[in-house]
């Protein structure tokens, strides 16, 4: 069983920039494909960006150039960085853990993009 636990969500202004942080509980991080999704009530959860154990990313056309994912191995840590934030990127934001064929999901931060 894997726990993650996000952190950083809030309330932004149109072109600011939040950094969200997901912690993963378990010894073997390293391995863990990582990844964030978003989930507007009422629509579909999709993805954000993902990162493998071996630390390639893939980033969702929509925003490509604005948010940036990471993952540090030693804090056993995710990060996605969000840059030029538009009020269109209001959502609840879930971390994702794929670990040996499973899948595993954090409660979600609620980001707000509004002024």
């Known amino acids: 069983q894997v726990q993650l636990v996000e952190s950083g969500g809030g309330l932004v202004q149109p072109g600011g920039s939040l950094r969200l942080s997901c912690a993963a509980s378990?010894?073997?991080?390293?391995?863990?494909?990582m990844g964030w999704y978003r989930q507007i009530p009422g629509k579909q959860r999709e993805l954000v960006a993902s990162?493998?154990?071996?630390?390639?990313?893939n980033i969702a056309d929509s925003v490509k150039g604005r948010f940036t994912i990471s993952r540090d191995n030693v804090k056993n840590t995710v990060y996605l960085q969000m840059n030029s934030l538009k009020p269109e990127d209001t959502a609840i934001y879930y971390c994702?853990?794929?670990?040996?064929?499973?899948?595993?999901w954090g409660k979600g931060t609620l980001v707000t993009v509004s002024s």
């Open positions: 990162m493998s154990s071996g630390g390639r990313a």
């Open positions: 994702n853990a794929f670990v040996s064929g499973s899948d595993y």
């Open positions: 378990g010894s073997t991080f390293r391995f863990y494909a």
